[in-house]
C-alpha cells in the first residue's frame, strides 16, 4: 500500500505553529511536541488528583471556611487549591486586598478569591 501524497495544513495543538500534517489525524508538528504534551497532560491529571486529594482530606473544614467572610493563607489553600506561595505573591503585588493582624494572622476575603478562582469540585462517586 502506498503513501498519500495528500498533506493537511495544521497548527500545532502544543507550540502552535503551521505545519503540513500527511494524515486528517496528525495533532502535532513532530515527536517533540507529541512528547511534550503528553508530559504536560500527566503533569495537570498529578496536579488534579492533588487538589481532590486535598479536598476529600477536608469536606468538614471546607463546609466551616464556606460560611466566614474572611479566610487564612491555609484554608484558601484547601478551599481553591492553590499554593500558599502562589497566594502570597498575589497578595505582595496587590492583586489580593488583604489584612495582617499579626504574624501568621493573614486574613483574604472569600468573596474576592472566589472571583478570582473557582473552587475545586469534588467528583461525586458512584456507589
Avoid: W
Avoid at 51 to 67: E, G, P
Amino acid at each position: 500500500m502506498g503513501l498519500s501524497k495528500l498533506r493537511v495544513p495544521r497548527v500545532c495543538e502544543h507550540c502552535h505553529k503551521a505545519f503540513e500534517a500527511k494524515s486528517i489525524d496528525t495533532r502535532y508538528c513532530g515527536r517533540k511536541c507529541i512528547d511534550a504534551s503528553y508530559h504536560s497532560r500527566k503533569k495537570q491529571a498529578i496536579e488534579d488528583e492533588r487538589k481532590q486529594q486535598i479536598l476529600r482530606d477536608n469536606v468538614d473544614i471546607i463546609a466551616a471556611i464556606q460560611t466566614r467572610p474572611y479566610i487564612s493563607i491555609s484554608e484558601a489553600v484547601v478551599l481553591f487549591g492553590i499554593s500558599k506561595d502562589t497566594l502570597r505573591r498575589l497578595i505582595k503585588r496587590g492583586r489580593i486586598p488583604a489584612v495582617n493582624f499579626g504574624e501568621r494572622l493573614t486574613r483574604i476575603s472569600r468573596l474576592h478569591l472566589e472571583n478570582m478562582f473557582a473552587p475545586v469540585k469534588i467528583e461525586e462517586v458512584p456507589s
